[in-house]
């Protein structure tokens, strides 16, 4: 099983700064099998990013994904209000999918 | 637009079974996944397992096998999943999303959550 591990656990920033979230895996991870979604309090989670880097439909271009191997990062520049969330990474190219225990961001 | 949605929230004393509906909008049914993933209150997301809906193929997380139980009805266009023997580190919420049969485990769209209280 692919373990990931995601950090900070929790981002104090302000409106207009950029976050950077980290999240490591426990072995390589394929580009085409990683993906972040947000989850805003109280609600379902969202795909934001798969692919390591393509957004999903409807995703502001300030959501930016890359990495490779067993490093990936998601950045936020920009941060706006509506982006108050927790932001998990999930890898789905090995059985089981599994996911980080999540940032949480606080604007 | 494909849109999950989920049936309400559940109340259970320990040891009662759950089944917990997915009902799919706009989209071919048949051509996508169905995982379903829990979030125990304050914690992080989990596979328990998943159903093709065209053949009924189920795969379970070891965690979750002989508790789970993954079923499909393709005239209504919902899925089912069905959780025994609960105990109260089941409470959570339980989430259905789709995934391409292309890429499984890619979770696109999301239903909007189902609590389940066991006490």
């Known amino acids: 099983e692919t373990v990931l591990t995601q950090s900070p656990g929790t981002l104090s920033l302000s409106p207009g700064e950029t976050a950077t979230l980290s999240c490591r895996a426990s072995q390589s991870v394929g580009s085409k099998y990683l993906a972040w979604y947000q989850q805003k309090p109280g609600q379902a989670p969202r795909l934001l990013i798969s692919g390591t880097s393509t957004r999903a439909t409807g995703i502001p271009d300030r959501f930016s994904g890359s990495g490779s191997g067993t490093e990936f990062t998601l950045t936020i520049s920009g941060l706006e209000p509506e982006d108050l969330a927790t932001y998990f990474c999930?890898?789905?190219?090995?059985?089981?999918?599994?996911f980080g225990p999540g940032t949480k961001v606080d604007i | 637009q494909a849109r999950l949605e989920q049936s309400g929230a559940e109340v259970k004393t320990p040891g009662a079974s759950v089944t917990i509906s997915c009902k799919a909008f706009g989209y071919i049914f048949s051509d996508y996944y169905i995982f379903w993933v829990r979030q125990a209150p304050g914690q992080g997301l989990e596979w328990m397992g998943a159903i093709t809906p065209k053949s009924g193929t189920t795969s379970y997380a070891q965690k979750f096998q002989g508790e789970v139980t993954l079923t499909r009805d393709t005239s209504t266009n919902t899925t089912y999943m069905h959780l025994s023997s609960l105990r109260s580190q089941d409470t959570a919420v339980y989430f259905c999303?789709?995934?391409?049969?292309?890429?499984?485990?890619?979770?696109?769209?999301w239903g909007q959550g189902t609590l389940v209280t066991v006490s």
């Open positions: 999303a789709r995934a391409p049969i292309r890429l499984p485990g890619l979770l696109e769209y």
């Open positions: 999930q890898q789905y190219g090995d059985s089981p999918v599994t």
